[in-house]
């Protein structure tokens, strides 16, 4: 759609833009082209979302970065009028709202409950742990047949590997809770699928909770139910906060893993740069760069404006809806030069697709590090790495909250 609607103003519906938009199917790394225009033409619009309502829609660098700085912008899900992502996102919520989905200040007393797990020391601790799990997982794929779907294979294992170890989950029921998540993240999900999920996955992390109640171990859920003991927290919020940080830490990963080597195979100028590197400079840098240019969570930060806000002349009014477009923010020429093209040497640390300010995200640097330990190891490991199938035979995502592919088959 050409047309858009001028800020501020009442417009007819017909031309307010359905969000989220199509990617063009030539060019399945590259945020939709109606975002682009819209970055060009009208930066702050407004759009429709699943539910027929309109929210601000912001895809500006400078302007997505200062207003997810700002305190006049409000995380709270329970808010009238704040842009659910989809209907099995807002049932997710109304169950089991944590504090990703809260303002201070208890949205920081509660992340700082957690916060220590994921701080770059005790992070960096973890690395040896994670080039193991790293090694282990490809010595399994060069001992089975050829071709091989990397995704299954490789790009979940780890990161669920690691998330499980952290917190203190089972790993052998990493099927379980990795279905149900697949069903809250896909926008397509009915509201009774999505209820049903998140009570499975609320009652298995209760379990686990009152496990670690009875017998404490060194692992995160074993400091929520600290919290519990000392009535900080119910179980039942302790499980909320296990859930969403076991979600979240592999969903996000294993997209990233994936999504990252199928770019890497398409620029394969980009990928020998990295697998003959041996700094670690190059590695965390192309790190980096493919978060930029991948952007995987392309469904916008979400959030409710609590005053007036004036932002690249447009007025958002107290109690509107706005999304954050970090996707597109991320392709912003005005920030990077040349946006559009992969260059692993940029190091564009600028990037917003961990988001910016208080509500950042918590586990950023875990997936730094597993990231760096995938990407220096996978190519060099299996230096023919190659697509089994045509590009345009790869299943893309277009249909959850996170971006990346249902499978990537892969030989050597």
Same mark, same amino acid.
């Given at each position: 759609?050409?047309?858009?609607? +001028? =800020?501020? #103003? ?9 969000? =989220? ?33 309109? +929210? ?23 808010? @009238? ?5 989809? @209907?099995?996102? %807002? ?6 709202? #944590? ?5 201070? @200040? ?25 080039? %193991? ?19 299954? +294979?490789? +790009?979940?294992?780890? @990161? ?21 998540? %697949? ?28 496990? %670690? ?10 400091? $929520? ?26 969903? /996000? /990963?294993?997209?990233?893993?994936? $999504? ?34 991948? #952007? ?18 447009? /007025?958002?009014? #107290?109690?509107?809806?706005?999304? $954050? ?11 990077? =030069? ?44 299996? =230096? ?29």
């Amino acid at each position: 759609m050409n047309t858009f609607s +001028a =800020p501020g #103003t009442d417009v007819p519906s017909a031309q307010v833009p359905d969000y =989220p938009m199509a990617r063009a199917a030539r060019c399945p790394f590259d945020p939709p082209p109606a975002l682009h225009t819209l970055q060009d033409q009208a930066p702050i619009s407004r759009v429709r979302l699943w539910d027929g309502s309109t +929210a601000w829609l912001v895809t500006r660098y400078d302007d997505v970065r200062a207003l997810l700085a700002d305190p006049r912008i409000s995380s709270d899900s329970d808010l @009238p009028h704040y842009p659910h992502v989809s @209907p099995a996102q %807002k049932e997710r919520r109304r169950q089991s709202r #944590t504090f990703i989905n809260m303002d201070d @200040p208890e949205h920081a007393r509660l992340r700082r409950m957690v916060t220590a797990a994921f701080s770059i020391r005790q992070v960096e601790a973890l690395r040896p742990a994670i080039q %193991k799990i790293v090694d282990g997982l490809i010595d399994t794929m060069l001992a089975g047949p050829k071709p091989v779907d990397l995704v299954q +294979a490789f +790009a979940l294992p780890v @990161p669920s590997l690691v998330i499980c170890e952290l917190l203190g989950v089972p790993y052998a029921d990493h099927d379980f809770f990795q279905a149900n998540s %697949k069903i809250l993240i896909k926008r397509t999900s009915t509201v009774e699928q999505a209820r049903v999920a998140t009570q499975q996955l609320l009652d298995y992390l209760d379990r686990q909770i009152g496990v %670690k109640l009875a017998h404490p171990a060194d692992d995160v859920l074993s400091t $929520l139910a600290e919290r519990v003991r000392a009535g900080e927290l119910s179980q039942r919020e302790a499980a909320g906060m296990g859930m969403l940080l076991l979600t979240a830490g592999h969903e /996000t /990963t294993a997209n990233m893993i994936a $999504l990252g080597t199928l770019a890497l195979l398409q620029n394969p100028d980009q990928l020998d740069r990295l697998r003959e590197s041996d700094d670690p400079k190059t590695v965390a840098s192309a790190v980096e760069e493919l978060l930029r240019y991948l #952007t995987i969570p392309h469904s916008g930060r979400r959030r409710v404006a609590l005053e007036d806000i004036e932002v690249g002349g447009v /007025t958002i009014r #107290t109690g509107e809806g706005v999304v $954050l477009s970090n996707d597109v923010a991320n392709r912003d020429p005005a920030a990077f =030069p040349d946006p559009d093209q992969l260059d692993i040497g940029s190091n564009p640390r600028h990037h917003v697709a961990f988001g910016f300010g208080v509500h950042q995200c918590l586990g950023q640097p875990l997936a730094r590090v597993e990231l760096q330990v995938v990407y220096s190891t996978l190519y060099r490991r299996i =230096p023919t790495l190659k697509l089994a199938v045509d590009l345009d035979e790869v299943p893309f995502k277009h249909d959850g909250a996170v971006y990346g592919v249902y499978e990537l088959p892969v030989t050597w």
